[in-house]
């Protein structure tokens, strides 16, 4: 498995993530972080997963909540934020249980993302954006192939939003 993970990350090289970089800047949603998101670019590049975790799921919400005051004429909480992502997925597919996985997405961000994490617990993992922001993801938690799956995430987020 780590040899597929391996492949996988080095499948995303620099002409790559600059290409799903410009497919997130065309929403306005994204543009308006485009200097954080192209940080966090340069940081996958760099081999840095640390700040590319650090930035993406921090950015999340935001992307998200933007796009919906745009929709909604207001913001709103990450319960609301997670469904209008998931809406806009499930819309965009035409069906909640198609190839592009809108319903699997919504787990991802429930599960994953958006996980619920307890501070009194002590150690988090770095997919969740809770664990990471309250500094308890564990070292050992941030690698690339985490970081990617921050980064796709986004995407996924820009592709549905």
Same mark, same amino acid.
């Given at each position: 498995?780590?040899?597929?993970?391996e492949?996988? %990350?080095?499948?995303?090289?620099?002409a790559?993530?600059?290409?799903?970089l410009a497919?997130w800047l065309?929403?306005?949603?994204?543009?308006?972080?485009?200097l954080v998101?192209?940080s966090?670019v340069?940081?996958f590049?760099?081999n840095?997963p %640390?700040a590319?975790?650090k930035?993406?799921?921090?950015?999340?919400?935001?992307v998200l909540?933007t796009?919906?005051r745009?929709?909604?004429g207001?913001g709103?909480?990450v319960?609301?934020?997670?469904?209008?992502?998931v809406?806009?997925?499930?819309?965009?597919?035409?069906?909640?249980?198609t190839?592009?996985?809108p319903?699997a997405?919504?787990r991802?961000?429930k599960?994953?993302?958006f996980?619920?994490?307890?501070?009194r617990?002590?150690v988090?993992?770095?997919?969740?954006?809770?664990?990471v922001?309250?500094?308890?993801?564990?070292?050992?938690?941030?690698?690339?192939?985490?970081a990617l799956?921050a980064?796709?995430?986004?995407?996924q987020?820009?592709?549905?939003t």
């Amino acid at each position: 498995m780590k040899d597929e993970e391996e492949k996988i %990350v080095a499948s995303f090289d620099e002409a790559r993530l600059e290409r799903m970089l410009a497919r997130w800047l065309k929403r306005p949603h994204f543009a308006s972080r485009e200097l954080v998101l192209r940080s966090a670019v340069k940081n996958f590049m760099n081999n840095d997963p %640390v700040a590319v975790i650090k930035i993406v799921l921090t950015e999340i919400e935001g992307v998200l909540n933007t796009a919906y005051r745009a929709s909604h004429g207001e913001g709103a909480k990450v319960e609301t934020l997670m469904r209008f992502a998931v809406e806009a997925a499930t819309r965009k597919a035409g069906h909640p249980y198609t190839l592009l996985l809108p319903e699997a997405f919504a787990r991802y961000l429930k599960d994953r993302t958006f996980a619920r994490f307890d501070p009194r617990q002590g150690v988090g993992d770095a997919s969740s954006r809770h664990a990471v922001g309250h500094g308890a993801a564990t070292d050992a938690s941030y690698t690339q192939v985490s970081a990617l799956q921050a980064l796709l995430t986004l995407d996924q987020i820009a592709f549905a939003t």
